[in-house]
């Protein structure tokens, strides 16, 4: 069965995540330049990660769809918590998209006989 959109909404999710993750980065570097220490950056890691364990997901759910489900469902998550704000748009497409790869049944198709 074709998961071209659990796999398209996944990778759009894990890119935007990097985007996130980036931009938590830079934002932590200036306010521990500032204020010689700061844990967004670590923050934007942790999101960094998530979101490259994200595209994973996307590219596994076409083989495994539970596995590449969870995935992308605990990436989702996540990121959310880890970015906050930075991270709602990644989530508004890994959570959505691992729910559908871990709950969507496949079509059974029967040949005539």
Same mark, same amino acid.
């Given at each position: 069965?074709?998961?071209? *959109?659990?796999?398209?909404?996944?990778?759009?999710?894990? &890119?935007?995540?990097? %985007?996130?993750?980036? !931009?938590? &980065?830079?934002?932590?570097? $200036?306010?521990?330049?500032?204020?010689? *220490?700061?844990?967004?950056?670590?923050?934007?890691?942790?999101?960094?990660?998530? =979101?490259?364990?994200? /595209? /994973?997901?996307? /590219?596994? +759910?076409?083989?495994?769809? $539970?596995?590449? %489900?969870?995935?992308?469902?605990? =990436?989702?998550?996540?990121?959310?918590?880890?970015? =906050?704000?930075? %991270? $709602? /748009?990644?989530?508004? !497409?890994? +959570?959505?998209?691992?729910?559908? %790869?871990? !709950?969507?049944?496949?079509?059974?198709?029967?040949?005539?006989?």
């Amino acid at each position: 069965m074709s998961r071209m *959109t659990e796999m398209a909404l996944g990778i759009i999710g894990g &890119l935007i995540g990097f %985007g996130g993750a980036f !931009f938590a &980065l830079f934002i932590g570097s $200036v306010d521990a330049a500032f204020n010689e *220490t700061s844990e967004l950056g670590n923050l934007g890691a942790s999101a960094f990660i998530f =979101s490259s364990l994200a /595209v /994973v997901g996307a /590219v596994v +759910v076409k083989f495994k769809a $539970v596995l590449g %489900g969870w995935l992308m469902l605990i =990436s989702g998550i996540a990121i959310l918590i880890s970015i =906050s704000l930075f %991270g $709602v /748009v990644p989530a508004l !497409f890994l +959570v959505p998209a691992g729910l559908m %790869g871990i !709950f969507r049944k496949e079509k059974i198709q029967q040949e005539a006989a």
